[in-house]
């Protein structure tokens, strides 16, 4: 692979793989949704300083990433592929970044593109790409910031060692305000460890409060701004997204310390017959300097979220650079010397994969339809996972020539998959395509009303309306409605039928309910029973006139 070609195939790559599919299925609740809507709640009312969520103050998170996902929209329209874009093109950016580090930590072009290649052929790393949160825009900023500290440590020159601070400075601070201060932590738990081992803690006191001052440049007017707009901003999110989420008794998502260590083995597909020699290879070249940035850089995130009590698999997106790195490195090396046995094991692993998938969809398909009359969805699944079968094959009797089969497979059934699912998943889960529908109708709705948080934020975002009322949910957002300038917005179920009236007196009143039991049945009993009805799914519609009773 030459220095001439290898970056306009990533870039090909990327257009095919990861822009083109994005506007082919609706966007998933509860995440996706609720993204989709705060950003554009930032177009509709022009405050870009508070995040709010559907008319209601939300401050789980920093503003900088609903910056770019409403910038995204402002640019490309307020519809799938506007809502996506910031993340496939953070996830771009990262692969870039992937490129630029493996050329100046081997300066061999085929090791380079191979880096690149499996970073974003990753599963996970690709099907991140197609997903609209916060979690790879997270990831780019910190891996950026790794990768700006390790050009300034490699740098001979005073004047490419203050850019590259300064540059780990700027992606802290746009980090920070991205997710939070996480972004300062991550740097450090790496940067610390490797400096004192190389004796370079000298370079650390001298260059690193640039670093600091540039983050604190970078963020303080919108910190102050926020501070100024909602005083009680800086004492929720401290607490409640930081303390409590990683260290508290009652910390979200509790799980056990080694939760991460099967999970950082799945996210290394396709390519996980790589990673042990890849991992035995790295250990043992542990000395060198440029390698034990790496596993500084992989084992120490991993080590700090398997100690906290919160843990998500997305926490540890930031690691899967570093391994890529290392599993490039050791994949390059083979070819190198022309052994492909480790390649054909991993062929022949995704294969075997590949089969058990689509003989277990073929066996339920025929015993218990998966898709019901969905030839469209089922021809999709096939060609992503005979795609996924015909690859690996290729690298699994062909290793050295073949190597990169494997990323081509990978990308095209997560390029596929989220367009071929079935019709009860995609009623189910992606209710903004239902709300698409009936848009005309609850768009001529005065008052609009919700049963579910994720539906609520498809209602709002399709229709362009944040005042969505809430019947019988407060999720995330009870913070918020704890406001009296929020607390009209909730309606509970004894109180319902008197708010239907008084809305209706205004207008028609447009609903969407989301029925997975009984509790969201009797939900809907209390409703007026002449309203206009739609089904899809675990999904209804329903269309009240006004003035009626």
């Given amino acids: 692979m030459s220095k001439r070609w290898a970056l306009p195939l990533l870039l090909g790559i990327f257009l095919l793989a990861y822009l083109l599919p994005m506007g082919s299925h609706g966007l998933w609740i509860p995440d996706e949704t609720r993204y989709a809507q705060i950003s554009q709640g930032m177009l509709l009312s022009g405050d870009w300083v508070s995040p709010h969520f559907m008319s209601l103050r939300y401050f789980e998170k920093p503003v900088a990433g609903y910056w770019m996902i409403a910038a995204s929209q402002a640019l490309f329209g307020q519809n799938l592929f506007g809502v996506r874009f910031a993340s496939a093109l953070s996830t771009g950016l990262s692969v870039l970044l992937c490129y630029l580090i493996a050329r100046r930590l081997w300066n061999e072009p085929r090791k380079s593109f191979a880096c690149a290649l499996l970073y974003m052929s990753l599963t996970v790393v690709a099907g991140a790409a197609g997903y609209a949160n916060l979690d790879p825009q997270f990831t780019f900023w910190v891996n950026l910031s790794l990768v700006a500290l390790w050009f300034a440590l490699d740098s001979v020159s005073r004047g490419q060692r203050l850019f590259g601070w300064a540059l780990l400075g700027m992606a802290c601070g746009m980090g920070f305000m991205t997710k939070g201060f996480l972004a300062w932590l991550l740097p450090v738990l790496i940067a610390l460890p490797w400096m004192v081992w190389q004796k370079r803690w000298r370079e650390l006191l001298i260059y690193g409060p640039l670093a600091i001052v540039v983050a604190i440049a970078v963020s303080l007017p919108w910190v102050l701004a926020v501070h100024a707009q909602e005083p009680d901003y800086w004492r929720f999110f401290f607490w409640h997204e930081h303390i409590r989420r990683f260290a508290g008794d009652d910390a979200q998502h509790d799980a056990p310390w080694w939760y991460y260590l099967p999970l950082l083995v799945a996210f290394s597909l396709p390519w996980v017959a790589l990673l042990p020699s890849a991992l035995k290879t790295a250990w043992q070249t542990r000395r060198q300097a440029s390698i034990g940035f790496l596993l500084l850089w992989l084992l120490m995130p991993l080590l700090f979220f398997s100690l906290s009590k919160g843990k998500l698999p997305s926490y540890i997106l930031p690691c899967l650079l570093p391994m890529a790195l290392l599993l490039g490195n050791a994949l390059a090396d083979r070819l190198r010397l022309e052994q492909g046995r480790a390649l054909g094991i991993n062929g022949l692993l995704n294969l075997l994969l590949g089969l058990t ?98 539906a609520a934020s498809a209602l709002a975002w399709r229709l362009k309306r944040p005042d969505v009322a809430l019947y019988n949910t407060i999720g995330e957002l009870k913070y918020g409605l704890a406001y009296p300038d929020g607390a009209q917005q909730r309606v509970d179920p004894d ?49 009240f006139p006004q003035g009626a009773s």
């Fill in 357 to 454: 998938t689509l003989l277990a969809l073929v066996y339920l398909q025929l015993k218990k339809p998966l898709y019901d009359h969905e030839l469209h969805s089922l021809v999709l699944v096939f060609i992503g996972l005979i795609g996924w079968i015909m690859a690996n094959l290729l690298q699994a009797f062909r290793p050295l020539q073949c190597w990169a089969a494997p990323a081509f497979g990978s990308l095209l059934l997560i390029g596929v998959l989220p367009a071929a699912m079935p019709e009860a998943v995609v009623a189910n889960k992606m209710p903004d395509q239902f709300v698409l529908e009936h848009a005309q109708e609850l768009g001529q709705a005065g008052t609009l009303l919700s049963n579910d948080l994720g």
């Fill in 495 to 543: 109180r319902v039928q008197q708010w239907m009236r008084d809305a209706r007196q205004n207008g028609s009143v447009g609903v969407l309910m989301r029925v997975k039991g009984e509790d969201e049945l009797r939900e809907i009993e209390r409703l007026p029973k002449d309203g206009k009805r739609y089904e899809q799914g675990n999904l209804v519609i329903l269309i």
